[in-house]
C-alpha cells in the first residue's frame, strides 16, 4: 500500500469519525450553543470529504456558505435571543421519545438497507477532471441548470423579504395570532441629536 | 511562460541521487516549504510590530523603542517572551473549552490563507486550482472562532464584541469577493500565480491597478475591516468596549489573536500586491533586462536574478501597503458602527458590482486589454 492511499485511508476515518460523534452531540447536547459550534464542525468535516474526492472547489464553497455564512448566522441568532429561561416541561415526554427514536432507527434501517442492496457504480478515477471541475459547474450553472439556479435565487429574495418585514415591526404591530400588539421593547429609540440646536 | 527555479524538482532529484526513493524524498520535501512560510511570516509580525511601535511614535512625536537592540528592533521578540511567560488565566465563570479554542479557531484559518500566497513562478507551497476562492472561504471561518471567545468569555464587553466582529466581517466579505471575482474575470482562473502572470506583459503598465482603479480601492478598504485595523477597529474599541473578545485573554492565548492580526494584515498586503500590483513581477519586464545583459532568459544567473527579485518585489509592495496601514491607523479615527455598515452594504456592495459588471461589458468590448 502506497503512502498517499494510507494518507487517503486515515483522513477518511478520521473525518467520518469527526462527521458522526459531531452530529450525534447537535442533537444529544443539552446546550444549544454546543451545538451550533458542533454543526460548524461536521459542515468542516464534510468539506473535508469533498476534499478527498477531488471536489476542491466544492469543499472551498461548502466552507463559505455553510461555515462562514449559515452557520455563523444561527451563532449569532442564539447570542442575540439567549435567554435563560427554561423551556416548559412536555408531559409523557418518554413516550414521545421512544416514538421518535423507533420512527428514526426505522428510516435508518430502510437507508442501510439501500445502501447495502443497491449497486453503485464507481466512476473510474482516471476520469476524474479534478481541477477542471470549477469550469464545468460554471457551464452548468449557465446552460441546463439555469432555471433552478435562477428559482433558487427568486426564493432566497423571498426569504428576505420576509425577514425584513419580521425585523421591522413598525409594519407589522400586530401579532398574527392573538392580534394583540406586538412587544417593541427591543426596537431602537428614534435618535435625538446630542447637540441642541442653536436658537 | 519559462518555468523558472522549481526548487521542488531540484530537491527531489538530489535525495534520489542520495539512493532514496521518489515517494519518500516527496515526504522529506513536504514540510520544507510550510516550516518556511511559517517561520517567515512569524518575523513578518515581528518586523510589522517594530514598524507599528517605530511609526507610531513618529507620528505623535515620541522615540518609540529604543533600548533593545539597535532601534529597538528586539523589542517585538521582548514583547512575545513576556507573553510567552505571563500567567494563562481563565475565568472562573468562563467556558473553558470554548474559551481556549476560540484563539485557535481565530488564527489556523490565517496561516492555511498562506498556501496560495506566491512569491515566484514556483515559489508557493501549492498551486491549488482555487487558489483565491481558498481565502476568501477560509477567512469565513474566522468570525466563528470571534464568536466563540466573545460567548465563552462570560462578559458582556466581550460578548458585544464577538457579536460586532461577526458583523463586521459578514459584510466586507462581500465587496471583497466581488472585487476579487472581477480580477478572476479578467484572468480565467482563480489561481494566484496565473493572476500574477497575466499582469508580467509590460511591466508596471501591465499591473491591476490600472484596470481595476475602483476595485483596487474597494479590495483595501475591506481588506482593513477584516483585519480589524483602526479606521474599522470596532470590535475592539477600548473606549466603548475595553478590549472587545480580548478582554478577558492573558498570556498566550492573548498573544494568538495578537499574533493573528498581524499575519491577517500581512496576508492581506501580500494579496492585494498579488492581485492589483503584479505580484512578484518587477516595473521593467525581466526578458527586457535580459536582452540588455545579453543573456538568455533560461541562463542560470537570469533564473537566480528572477527568482531572488521575485521575492524582494513581493516583499517589498507588501510592507508598502503595510506601511500605508499602520499610518493609516495612527491618523484616521474611528468610524461608528452604523457608519461602517452602511459603508459596507450601501455605497461598497452596490459600486462592486457595477464595477462587476463594467469590467464584465470591458472585457467583452476590449478582449486583449481585458484578458480575452
Sequence with gaps: MSIAVTTQIICFSVLSLVVIIGALGVILLESIVYSAFLLGGVFMSVAGL???????????????????????????????????????????LKSRRIISTSICLTLLSLLIRVDLSNVWGLADPKMSIGEESTIRIGEHLFSDYLLPFEVASVLLLMAM??????????????????????????????????????N | MNSGLDLEFSFNEILKGL??????????????????????????????????????????????????????????????????????????????????AGPILVLVPVILSWLIVPFGQ????????????????????????????????????????????AAQSISYEIPLALSVLAIVLMTNSLSTVDIVNQQSGAGILSWNIWRQPVGFIIFWICALAECERLPFDLPEAEEELVAGYQTEYAGMKFALFYLGSYINLILSALLVSILYLGGWGFPIPIEIIAKFLNLPIDAPVIQVFTASIGIIMTVLKAYLLVFIAILLRWTTPRVRIDQLLDLGWKFLLPISLANLLVTAGLKLAFPQFFGG
Design chain 1, 161 to 198: 423579504i420576509g425577514a425584513i418585514v419580521l425585523a421591522r415591526r413598525d409594519v407589522m404591530n400586530e401579532d398574527i395570532s392573538t392580534g394583540l400588539p406586538v412587544d417593541q421593547e427591543l426596537i431602537e429609540k428614534s435618535s435625538e441629536p446630542l447637540l441642541m440646536k442653536n
Design chain 2, 122 to 165: 514556483n515559489l508557493l507551497i501549492s498551486n491549488v486550482g482555487i487558489g483565491i476562492f481558498l481565502w476568501i472561504a477560509l477567512s469565513s471561518i474566522q468570525p466563528i472562532g470571534l464568536l466563540m471567545s466573545g460567548y465563552a468569555s462570560n462578559n458582556k464587553y466581550s460578548l458585544l464584541g464577538g457579536l460586532r466582529a
Design chain 2, 19 to 100: 539512493g532514496l526513493s521518489s515517494e519518500l524524498a516527496h515526504i522529506i520535501w513536504l514540510p520544507l516549504p510550510m516550516l518556511l512560510v511559517l517561520v517567515s511570516a512569524v518575523v513578518g509580525v515581528l518586523v510589522t510590530v517594530w514598524l507599528e511601535r517605530k511609526i507610531s511614535a513618529a507620528a505623535q512625536q515620541r522615540i518609540g523603542p529604543e533600548y533593545a537592540g539597535a532601534l529597538g528592533v528586539l523589542q517585538p521578540i521582548a514583547d512575545g517572551l513576556k507573553l510567552l511567560v505571563k500567567e494563562d488565566i481563565i475565568p472562573a465563570k468562563a467556558d473553558s473549552i470554548l474559551f481556549t
Design chain 1, 50 to 92: 469533498y476534499l478527498l474526492l477531488n471536489a476542491s472547489f466544492v469543499a472551498a464553497a461548502q466552507v463559505l456558505v455553510y461555515v462562514g455564512a449559515v452557520n455563523v448566522l444561527i451563532i449569532f441568532a442564539i447570542m442575540l435571543v439567549n435567554k435563560k429561561e427554561d423551556l416548559k416541561p412536555i408531559n409523557n
